[in-house]
């Protein structure tokens, strides 16, 4: 027959102590949880920005693209009107509205870099 005796001292505040260091943990893990979350948020802002930035690239090359073309439908129609001799007073004030807005496009959106 065995006989076994366990004696234990315990500290005085000691389940306190465990109660403090259960919260911490319990802190902690929430800690970790709310930084995946803001990993995951920032992530996604990320690739907003991205697809924001890409768009924003296709809509500069087509406005500058739409913005030569307008000049030269523009250059082509002044041409035309002063080969045919002269045009009404009306015709003239249009294209020169329209040569001016289109001035004013071309001058709202920067010019792409030259390619290479």
């Known amino acids: 027959m065995d006989i076994r005796i366990d004696h234990y001292f315990h500290q005085p505040g000691e389940s306190e102590n465990a109660a403090k260091l259960d919260q911490m943990a319990a802190t902690l893990k929430d800690i970790q949880m709310n930084q995946a979350e803001l990993e995951t948020a920032l992530t996604g802002v990320k690739a907003t920005l991205v697809k924001v930035g890409t768009e924003i690239d296709a809509f500069k090359a087509s406005a500058a693209s739409d913005t030569a073309a307008l000049q030269s439908a523009i250059a082509a ?40």
């Open 77 to 116: 129609l002044e041409a035309e009107l002063a080969n045919a001799g002269g045009t009404s007073p009306g015709a003239t004030a249009l294209v020169n509205e329209i040569t001016a807005l289109s001035k004013s496009l071309d001058g709202k959106i920067d010019d792409l870099p030259a390619p290479g």
